[in-house]
């Protein structure tokens, strides 16, 4: 069992940056490296959308409504997931989840999602 605790989520205003963290439980440190992460977003009355992912092999992937804003990375060491969010739009305003697939993905992709967290709300205001 893989638990997920996603942090970092606020209210900034247009054109601010904020980092969001995604924690893994410690029983799952072995095999983290092995695993594919994704970060998804919801806003309320849309459907989920995946963001950005980083499979077993470092490659990264972004939605192209993020491309060249945000940056997903890891530190396999604190078993956690980042997404550093730059320039930041009132349309980035939902509710951010990160999700592993420990298949470990390929080609930036993940295949389908393990285990996810409960999320962290982003607010962006004009």
């Known amino acids: 069992q893989v638990q997920l605790v996603e942090s970092g989520g606020g209210s900034v205003q247009s054109g601010g940056s904020l980092r969001l963290s995604c924690t893994a439980s410690?029983?799952?440190?072995?095999?983290?490296?092995?695993?594919?992460w994704s970060w998804f977003r919801q806003a309320p009355g849309k459907e989920r959308e995946k963001v950005a992912t980083i499979d077993s092999d470092g490659i990264t992937t972004y939605a192209d409504s993020v491309k060249g804003r945000f940056t997903i990375s890891q530190d396999a060491s604190k078993m956690t997931l980042y997404l550093q969010m730059n320039s930041l739009k009132p349309q980035d305003t939902a509710m951010y989840y990160c999700?592993?697939?420990?298949?470990?993905?390929?080609?930036?992709?993940?295949?389908?999602?393990?285990?996810w967290g409960k999320g962290t709300l982003v607010t962006i205001s004009s």
């Open positions: 410690e029983d799952s440190g072995y095999k983290y490296n092995n695993y594919c």
């Open positions: 999700a592993a697939d420990l298949s470990g993905g390929y080609g930036g992709q993940c295949y389908d999602m393990d285990y």
